[in-house]
């Protein structure tokens, strides 16, 4: 069952911030993120773990709540470059094998 | 160092015809993966394999097969086209350690009339 993600898109100026929700019916070993850019191959961004941990990436950063199966991407003072869609995946079972989410496209316009 | 690379990068198929999709990775990457992404689903995985000589489904496995004879490359077969594989098929390749990031081709553009 893939993982859901909120908002499914969303336009930010630069300089502002956004938030991406990725929530999961089923018991999570790990989360990870990745961003595409149009006709472009998935970017690997960060993978949390179980523990709430919290990890950065530029100035993108993300925590894992294990007890609500839920993940957060937040991205603060956007850039243009950070344009793309981007996707959470989820993993329970080891081998690597993500369950991927449907996506968020975000735009980011001067 | 060139990663992972699909060949080929854009197919046309009438209905019927067969094809085969090339995933090579230079990584020395024991785990290897098939997605296929469609407007508005998200990336889903097909078929994938943890090491040479084994295969697993994934989500949507109908109508593919592959084949992981060597570590380095992993195929994806269509033997029977249908219009509905219209799609972008994207190969990945991971480290067979836990919380690794998978590593992905540029993608096939692939087109089914």
């Known amino acids: 069952q893939q993982p859901v993600q909120s908002p499914q898109a969303v336009i930010l100026r630069e300089g502002e911030d956004a938030v991406i929700n990725c929530s999961s019916s089923k018991a999570l070993y790990s989360v990870h993120w990745y961003r595409q850019k149009h006709g472009e191959a998935p970017v690997f961004l960060m993978i949390?773990?179980?523990?709430?941990e919290q990890k950065g990436h530029e100035k993108i950063s993300a925590s894992f709540n294990e007890k609500k199966q839920q993940s957060s991407l937040y991205l603060t003072a956007s850039q243009l470059s950070y344009s793309g869609t981007y996707f959470c995946?989820?993993?329970?079972?080891?081998?690597?094998?993500?369950?991927f989410g449907t996506g968020t496209k975000l735009q980011v316009i001067p | 160092n060139a990663g992972v690379t699909q060949t080929p990068k854009f197919r046309v198929l009438k209905t019927g015809q067969s094809m085969t999709l090339l995933c090579a990775q230079d990584?020395?990457?024991?785990?290897m993966y098939w997605y296929r992404q469609d407007p508005g689903m998200g990336l889903r995985l097909i078929h994938y394999?943890?090491?040479?000589?084994?295969?697993a489904k994934g989500e949507v496995p109908d109508g593919y097969n592959v084949s992981r004879l060597k570590k380095q490359n992993f195929l994806l077969g269509l033997e029977s086209a249908a219009p509905s594989q219209t799609s972008v098929y994207f190969c990945a390749s991971s480290r067979d350690r836990p919380n690794q990031p998978q590593h992905f081709g540029d993608g096939t553009r692939l087109s089914i009339l």
């Open positions: 995946g989820t993993e329970k079972g080891g081998y690597q094998k993500v369950t």
């Open positions: 990584m020395n990457h024991e785990y």
């Open positions: 394999s943890v090491g040479e000589g084994t295969t």
């Open positions: 949390l773990l179980k523990g709430g």
